[in-house]
């Protein structure tokens, strides 16, 4: 059984930064490939990033390639991910999640454990 609980959410304005933090409980947070999803207000969640056991591999949404940051401390039990150059579009509510996939497996469908999810809103 893993535990997740994120945290760093909250509301920032248009071109601004957040960091989102993702702690797991349990001594296995080492085999698991850690990712993020978000969703937004009536919209479906969908695949933001995801990164594999060792740290060494990553994936991401074609929509955040190049202004987001996935990575994993695994000695802290932790996922993180530094979201810059954010935009409107961004909003949502990102929710961490772990399982034993491929880190290029991007379904929601397959994951084994979700955070409670932190909100995430980017003013105009």
């Known amino acids: 059984q893993v535990q997740l609980v994120e945290s760093g959410g909250g509301l920032v304005q248009t071109g601004g930064s957040l960091r989102l933090s993702c702690a797991a409980s349990g001594r296995t947070f080492g085999t698991y490939t850690m990712g993020w999803f978000r969703q937004a207000p009536g919209k479906e969640r969908e695949f933001v990033a995801r990164?594999?056991?060792?740290?060494?591999?990553?994936n991401y949404a074609g929509s955040v390639k190049g202004r987001f940051t996935i990575s994993r401390d695994n000695a802290k039990n932790t996922v993180y991910l530094q979201m810059n150059s954010l935009k409107p579009e961004d909003t949502a509510v990102y929710y961490c999640a772990a399982d034993r996939r491929t880190y290029l497996a991007t379904s929601y469908a397959g994951v084994d454990y979700w955070g409670t999810g932190t909100l995430v809103t980017v003013s105009s």
């Open positions: 990164i594999s056991v060792s740290g060494a591999n990553t």
